[in-house]
Structures are given as C-alpha cells and as structure tokens.
C-alpha cells in the first residue's frame, strides 16, 4: 500500500485511560482472547510461493517461537489461536511473561529457557517442529555485551538447533534498522543475525518490519502512552518534527502467519503505511486516550542529558539517548505492497491506535521489558 500522511483527527469518543497495573481475571483474560476475530484476507488468492516444497500446514502442526513472550510474540499468539493453531511452543527466559501468557492462553505450552545457553531444555522443542518464528531480540541497553549475546550468540545455537531437529521452514523477524543510517549495537548485530539466518541453510523467510505499536507493549510507544497518564508535562525533544512509518502489531502479526501458512521464502521490508511525525503520534495518542497532558518541546541536547541521567540510576532504561539518536536519523523506508504480496491490508493509523488503547481487556496488560 502507498504511504499517507498523517496529523491525526479529533475522536468523539474519549474513553477510559488504563492502568498499568490492572490484572484482570483469568475468565475476563479467556474472554478477551476467544473474541478475537481472525483474519480473513485471501491468503492463497494474493501470495507467491517462491518454494515448490512448500507444504501444506495442518492447525494442528508444531510452531515455535523463540524470545515469544514479548511484543510480537504475546500477540502473534492471540493471533495463531484466533486462527484455530493448537500446538504453539513459547520459548523465553522471562519467567513473568511466561506466566502472564500462561493466564492469557493456558493451552500454548510455555517454556522457561536462556537461548544464549545450550540446553536439552528447549532445543528438544523443536523436535517435530514445523515452523519456528524467530523472535528472540536484545532491543535497548547501555553497553555491547547483552546485544552480541542474545543477537547473536542465541541465534547461532538456536540455528543449530533447527538443523539438527531437521526444522523445514523458519522465519526471521529481524528490524528495519538493518536499512537505516543509524549505527549502534542493535543495528549492528542484526545485520549479523540476518547473515547467520541466511547463510544457515535453512529454508527461510525475513521480515523487517518498522517501529511497532499495539498491544502488550512494554517499551516505545505503550511505555509513553504510559508516561502520558501519570505526566502532567510530557517533554518533546526539539520541535518533535521526526516522520515515523509506525506498523501496526496485529498487521505484522497476520504478516507472519500467511508466512506460516504460504511458505515464504525471501526478505521483505515491512513498512507502515503512514507517514506520521513523532509529534503528532504522542498528540494522538492523547487524544485517543482522552489526557490532560501538557506537551511542552524542550531543546534536544537538554532532552539527550535527561536520557543519560536516567540510564545512570536504572540498568534497564526504557528509552536510551542511542534510541533517541535512532529517532532523529532521518529514515525514510520503503517496503513491500503487503496486500498484493501476503493479502494483508493494512489497518488506518486512527483506528489501530484506537484498537490499541481502547480494547477493555488487553489495552491494560503490560509485559515485563524484554530487554
């Protein structure tokens, strides 16, 4: 789909900010996530199969997915079960998440391991596996160390692994910032991941989707959506003017499951389809969620020394000054015609941000941070 612009339109509907500390009960979890509505986009009438020894996928075959307690992972789940997926394997060494996702969808069997380590633990889940999506990432951090490790040294294991257990199909959900001009340690090392998962033999496919926003996200856009409802001030820095191309979650979501589903094989760059300034996303985001807050611009460098201070008294900061350096690059991407090449269309900025904050179950869930 071509790219739009985007500032955002008023909402009649104001509704309830969430708490970040609600815990709904597991019925009201069960609820929430029997009433998501599959996708129903023609998946064989638009996609290519690259691959004549694509196979045809049963509900009931294995699919694991490795760091798959996180952002993508939590709702790519919500999305294989609405689709009728009965065997998913979730492999993550955050044991928090893994119980939240347990409270979610009590039937996907959950496994606490740290893929950087070998252990008969989970490379004997992938036994039997016929599809595994790699979704295990190191996102933010202060020093290399924590990115080489989970970036690389995980996704050299775990694709030995997948060799040895005889796996026919992979994805590869690696980042756009392979594309960018930034140069840090995330860019770095998933330049690196791809060229392992390309040069590992495997049949595969990667996708390199753009800054995401939805549900469960306990970082970027969620963890300010968050700052917006206990802020009475949020600070911009300089004059906010920084075109995203934000994607949707559950857009990427059914991405990878007509991944699953048609066989793959090839990179694809998957790119939102509003152009929006990082401005006007935080005022939408107001809006949708009906804030007080006061949005005052302060001056870069001041905005950058805030950043800095804060990682001095937190290991695990949300939002670092490589992040904001990231932010700023001036990136412009350009990816693939997501209708014609997977039949997804792509949902309208307004209402994915909508859907995001105002769904009365999962809009008030928020994961522990990844990384």
Excluded at 71 to 79: P, R, S
């Amino acid at each position: 789909m071509k790219p739009s612009s985007a500032t955002g339109r008023p909402s009649s509907a104001t509704g309830r900010p969430s708490s970040a500390t609600d815990k709904p009960s597991r019925a009201r979890l069960l609820r929430a996530s029997a009433s998501i509505e599959p996708s129903t986009s023609p998946f064989k009438a638009k996609g290519r199969n690259l691959s004549s020894e694509a196979r045809s996928l049963a509900k009931t075959d294995k699919i694991v997915l490795t760091g798959g307690a996180g952002l993508v992972g939590l709702n790519l789940v919500v999305e294989l079960r609405a689709a009728g997926y009965t065997q998913i394997v979730v492999i993550d060494k955050l044991r928090e998440n893994l119980d939240l996702l347990r409270r979610i969808h009590p039937e996907v069997r959950c496994v606490h391991a740290d893929l950087a380590e070998p252990s008969a633990t989970w490379e004997r889940e992938l036994e039997g596996c016929a599809c595994a999506v790699l979704l295990h990432a190191h996102i933010t951090g202060l020093s290399a160390a924590p990115f080489v490790r989970n970036n690389i040294d995980a996704t050299r294991l775990i694709l030995a692994a997948l060799r040895a257990a005889r796996v026919p199909y992979v994805i590869d959900v690696s980042s756009s910032v392979v594309n960018s001009v930034a140069d840090d340690d995330y860019t770095r090392t998933k330049k690196q991941q791809e060229r392992l998962v390309a040069e590992s033999g495997l049949r595969h496919c990667c996708l390199r989707p753009t800054l995401m926003f939805g549900w469960f996200d306990p970082k970027h856009l969620g963890w300010l959506a968050r700052l917006m409802e206990k802020a009475p001030i949020f600070p911009i820095p300089g004059d906010g003017r920084f075109m995203r191309q934000p994607l949707y979650q559950r857009d990427f979501c059914r991405i990878i499951r007509a991944c699953i589903e048609q066989e793959k094989i090839g990179t694809y760059d998957i790119v939102g389809d509003t152009q929006i300034d990082y401005v006007d996303i935080i005022r939408a985001i107001k809006r949708i969620k009906g804030l007080r807050t006061i949005i005052v611009n302060i001056p870069y460098g001041l905005f950058d020394a805030l950043l800095r201070l804060y990682a001095a008294f937190d290991s695990r900061p949300p939002f670092t000054s490589a992040q904001l350096k990231a932010l700023t690059a001036g990136d412009h991407f350009t990816g693939v015609d997501t209708e014609r090449e997977f039949g997804i269309r792509l949902t309208p900025f307004e209402d994915a941000m909508r859907e995001t904050h105002r769904h009365p179950i999962y809009s008030s869930i928020v994961p522990a941070p990844t990384h």
